[in-house]
T-cell receptor, first 109, second 114 residues
Framework: QKEVEQNSGPLSVPEGAIASLNCTYS??????FFWYRQYSGKSPELIMS????GDKEDGRFTAQLNKASQYVSLLIRDSQPSDSATYLC?????????FGTGTSLTVIP | EPEVTQTPSHQVTQMGQEVILRCVPI?????FYWYRQILGQKVEFLVS????????KSEIFDDQFSVERPDGSNFTLKIRSTKLEDSAMYFC????????????FGEGSRLTVL
């Protein structure tokens, strides 16, 4: 059973600050990593994917992957109240996706 | 933009009744999934489906559950005799192919078992 661990939070940051979300995974075979955003009562929405070590930036979002440490993170710059949601880390191994429990983020205006 | 559609959005049923949740995956996607999320808990894998058969299933997916792709578009999850603990949000998702990464979710079907 592949484990994906996230700090469940809740994480609170003031508007305009950087939010940092972390995820570790147990399986070194995993090759693809994703961050999903889930608003309460809604379905997960893909916001970032990363496949190789290093950083990947998309607008205010930066994903960081370190396969040696089995660690993936998401930075949200200039956090907005609309970023308040639960962020799910997902790991793909073969054709299966394994999800963490999610980190709840609240951005305080 | 193509999307995964699910019906119904919410279903209330009595314990012991059969429920069918329906999904239309994105056209030309090859892999289909059902996930479950009990309120406040993690997204849990139920089953994956490829080439008209189950490719993998979790321990949750016991004999009470079944999946079908009755035609070229619909993908259904059937729960034969619902239990109170089946109350959850059920998400259908689809994946274009083995070498693609993006899993697309439908809006979910909320099942309430009384």
């Amino acid at each position: 059973q592949k484990e994906v661990e996230q700090n469940s939070g809740p994480l609170s940051v003031p508007e305009g600050a950087i939010a940092s979300l972390n995820c570790t995974y147990s399986d070194r075979v995993s090759q693809s990593f994703f961050w999903y955003r889930q608003y309460s009562g809604k379905s997960p929405e893909l916001i970032m994917s990363i496949y190789s070590n290093g950083d990947k930036e998309d607008g205010r979002f930066t994903a960081q992957l370190n396969k040696a440490s089995q660690y993936v993170s998401l930075l949200i710059r200039d956090s907005q109240p609309s970023d308040s949601a639960t962020y799910l880390c997902a790991v793909k191994a073969g054709n299966q996706f394994y999800f963490g429990t999610g980190t709840s983020l609240t951005v305080i205006p | 933009e193509p999307e995964v559609t699910q019906t119904p959005s919410h279903q209330v049923t009595q314990m012991g009744q059969e429920v069918i949740l329906r999904c239309v995956p994105i056209s030309n996607h090859l892999y289909f999934y059902w996930y479950r999320q009990i309120l406040g808990q993690k997204v849990e894998f139920l089953v994956s489906f490829y080439n008209n058969e189950i490719s993998e299933k979790s321990e949750i997916f016991d004999d009470q559950f079944s999946v079908e792709r009755p035609d070229g578009s619909n993908f259904t999850l059937k729960i034969r005799s619902t239990k109170l603990e089946d109350s959850a949000m059920y998400f259908c998702a689809s994946l274009a192919g083995a070498n693609t990464g993006e899993l697309f979710f439908g809006e979910g079907s909320r099942l309430t078992v009384l």
